[in-house]
């Protein structure tokens, strides 16, 4: 399997063989899952998994590429992951995945007992964030001790493929269709790391400073260069609570630094890093997707093109 980290050159190329490959072995995977007679599947006979969230189904999506299978998401498009919890109907249409594809680390805290109470009735799980290289969370707001929010560097999401694909073998795929889909995949998030770290090298390094809605950033800075001041609920959780005395610490910090945009998110109010925008002054409050992809048709609406977006708005809203 070609490293993240090779070349890109040719891969436009090499890409249409492996598609039309995966095609074909996709015709085998799908006659496999009917002559096995799963419940686990969509009315064509193709094979369905569930993802916990938009961001981990278009990632899933593109390891069982070219209809491989059909990938269904669990929280809808602008739901909150720490906070979502599953309806009757939710813990029905995972029970009928051939997999379940989560993040894990708690981020799916509210929707955490379903996955598992499925996963004991027979769904196979994989926690994709567990398996990777983590930066560190409060142990107050988050037992794992790890910050959730992974897919915020597209290498560590390119590390979370193969776990993946291994999961899919596992249940009955194909596993040179599934390696071709993987290969192709890895040159497109190595191609997008390449073009945000052209869209940050524009903004100088002592603007490369963030304060957040909640902790949610870390990866994006880890990755790429920048510091996170603090965050307006200091947690990786949504649901944790605002603090007065941190809050007034975080505007002094906010008017020392001079940082010109505090960033929150669609999924959570705003009213809080308003009210600190306002007490501080001259500050931008810019507003990100950061646990859900855009709607349909959207630059934002897969992986790809929903971090290249978040990277210009945060190149934008540290520029002024």
Same mark, same amino acid.
């Given at each position: 399997m070609r490293s993240i980290l090779s070349s890109v050159v040719g891969v436009s190329t090499?890409? @249409?063989?492996? /598609?039309?490959?995966?095609?074909? $072995?996709?015709?085998?995977?799908?006659? $496999? %899952?009917t002559a096995c007679g799963s419940g686990n599947e969509d009315q064509s006979g193709t094979p369905t998994i569930v993802a916990s969230t938009s961001i981990w189904?278009?990632? =899933?999506?593109?390891?069982?590429?070219?209809g491989l299978a059909e990938v269904e998401t669990i929280i809808p498009l602008g739901g909150d992951p720490h906070s979502f919890e599953a309806s009757l109907r939710d813990r029905e249409t995972m029970e009928n995945a051939v997999l379940i594809v989560a993040n894990g680390l708690l981020l799916e805290e509210s929707l955490n007992d379903t996955i598992e109470a499925v996963e004991s009735a027979g769904t196979p799980v994989v926690r994709v964030g567990e398996g990777l290289d983590t930066l560190g969370a409060s142990t107050e707001d988050n037992e794992s001790g790890n910050d959730p929010h992974v897919w915020f560097d597209p290498i560590r999401v390119a590390a979370a493929l193969p776990t993946i694909a291994d999961a899919l073998e596992d249940v009955g795929f194909d596993r040179d269709a599934l390696d071709s889909c993987v290969d192709a995949y890895e040159a497109e998030l190595a191609e997008l790391?390449?073009?945000?770290?052209?869209?940050?090298?524009?903004?100088?390094?002592?603007? @490369?400073?963030?304060?957040?809605?909640?902790?949610?950033?870390? &990866? %994006?800075?880890?990755? &790429? #260069? %920048?510091?996170?001041?603090?965050?307006?609920? *200091?947690?990786?959780?949504?649901? =944790?609570? +605002?603090? *007065? =005395?941190e809050l007034e610490e975080l505007a002094n910090l906010i008017s020392t630094t001079g940082v010109s945009?505090? %960033?929150?998110?669609?999924?959570?109010?705003?009213?809080?890093?308003?009210?600190? $925008?306002?007490?501080?002054?001259?500050?931008?409050?810019?507003?990100?997707?950061?646990?859900?992809?855009?709607? *349909?048709? +959207?630059?934002?609406?897969? &992986?790809? #093109?929903?971090?290249?977006?978040? $990277? /210009?708005?945060?190149v934008d809203g540290l520029s002024r």
């Open positions: 090499h890409r @249409r063989a492996q /598609r039309t490959a995966s095609a074909v $072995a996709a015709l085998g995977v799908i006659l $496999a %899952f189904a278009d990632v =899933a999506q593109n390891v069982a590429c070219d790391d390449r073009e945000v770290s052209v869209v940050v090298a524009g903004l100088p390094e002592d603007q @490369r400073l963030l304060v957040t809605n909640h902790d949610s950033l870390g &990866y %994006f800075a880890d990755r &790429y #260069g %920048f510091e996170v001041l603090g965050s307006v609920i *200091p947690s990786a959780s949504s649901l =944790a609570q +605002t603090n *007065p =005395a945009a505090i %960033f929150v998110e669609t999924q959570h109010s705003s009213s809080d890093a308003e009210a600190l $925008a306002d007490r501080v002054g001259n500050v931008e409050v810019v507003t990100l997707l950061t646990g859900t992809l855009d709607e *349909p048709g +959207t630059d934002g609406s897969t &992986y790809v #093109g929903w971090l290249l977006q978040n $990277a /210009r708005l945060i």
